[in-house]
């Protein structure tokens, strides 16, 4: 029986993209809930904003007139992520706690300089143990390894940062913002990544990717807002899991990486699209590794329920 966690209700909850995969400067289509990277530097349209196969978000939760600043995840290049979070004008210092969804370089390989560019120290790193598995890679047959880049505890120790490592849920920011911890896979379809290995004591296994997971907060007379990283455990399982741990049942909006991009999980693309719409979200905004073809069905089968995410994108979630 899965243990119940006491996540409190908040205000308002902004999700500020550092590093997606897409970027367009000519949007134009901010409302209440989006605002996008505003191209204008001194007078001039010279504000670039870096698009990369990388995620990074810094969360603000607000209750009463308490807030909390997070950052999830630090992108792929060394650069992507800090360049954006000075070209925006973000005040890092506002930073508590950092969070890692999990230990693939697409979401810590700038993990150096964004902990370099946060002025507090000694702040919390929470992460699965998982996420220093190493050596991973990609196995293509016999012959063919892709090695995944690892992040490690010796680097973590060397920013001067706390390393706090989990695999059960963890509740962040004074408690408005659940880590999830490891996530059940139940559903019959989400198999998790098939050419995924790593050697432990020399012995290959295949990678479950168990430390991949999510944020959640619960938004006052809305439901759930779920933030995930790559969703290797799959996306639908995860908010079965959030739903489960937070025991609330409503579900306002779901953000983030599901991992439906290429041959391996486009089958699974229209199948996953329906089983959200089960749970009957307000907003649905894939992101990062959703992938073109899962961006587009979701789109269409979701109507104005659709965000689109960019980098430097800010989304607004409020409470009734």
């Not at 134009?28 to 349209?45: C, F, H, T, W, Y």
């Not at 959640?216 to 995930?228: A, D, F, I, K, Y």
């Not at 909006?253 to 979200?281: D, S, V």
């Not at 894939?286 to 073109?292: F, K, L, W």
Request: hydrophobic share 40%; proline share 5%.
């Amino acid at each position: 029986m899965t243990k119940s966690v006491p996540l409190k209700e908040i205000d308002k909850v902004e999700i500020l993209t550092l590093q997606d995969n897409y970027i367009d400067l000519t949007a134009m289509d901010n409302s209440e809930i989006v605002q996008r990277a505003m191209p204008m530097k001194d007078g001039q349209l010279r504000n670039s904003i870096l698009a990369e196969h990388g995620f990074s978000a810094l969360v603000r939760t607000t209750a009463g007139d308490e807030t909390h600043t997070l950052l999830f995840d630090t992108g792929f290049s060394e650069i992507g992520a800090a360049y954006n979070a000075k070209a925006l004008g973000v005040d890092l210092s506002q930073v508590e706690t950092v969070a890692l969804s999990h230990g693939h370089m697409d979401h810590t390989g700038g993990f150096a300089a964004m902990m370099e560019a946060l002025p507090r120290k000694g702040l919390p790193i929470v992460t699965h143990p998982a996420a220093f598995r190493s050596p991973r890679y990609l196995k293509f047959g016999e012959t063919t390894k892709i090695i995944l880049p690892s992040l490690t505890r010796e680097e973590v120790a060397a920013t001067g940062m706390k390393l706090e490592e989990t695999e059960s849920p963890m509740l962040l920011s004074g408690g408005h913002v659940l880590f999830l911890g490891e996530i059940p896979r139940k559903t019959d379809f989400e198999r998790g990544f098939p050419v995924a290995h790593y050697q432990e004591e020399g012995v290959e296994k295949w990678d479950p990717i168990e430390d991949d997971t999510s944020l959640v907060m619960n938004l006052g007379g809305r439901g759930l807002v779920v933030l995930s990283g790559c969703a290797h455990s799959g996306i639908v399982n995860t908010v079965i899991h959030a739903r489960e741990v937070t025991c609330v049942e409503k579900v306002h909006a779901i953000m983030g990486g599901f991992h439906l991009g290429g041959p391996l999980f486009e089958p699974i693309i229209e199948r996953t699209t329906e089983e959200l719409g089960k749970f009957n979200p307000d907003h649905i905004v894939p992101t990062h590794c959703t992938g073109r073809k899962a961006i587009a069905f979701m789109e269409q089968a979701m109507g104005d329920r659709f965000i689109l995410n960019m980098s430097g994108t800010k989304l607004t979630f409020s409470a009734r």
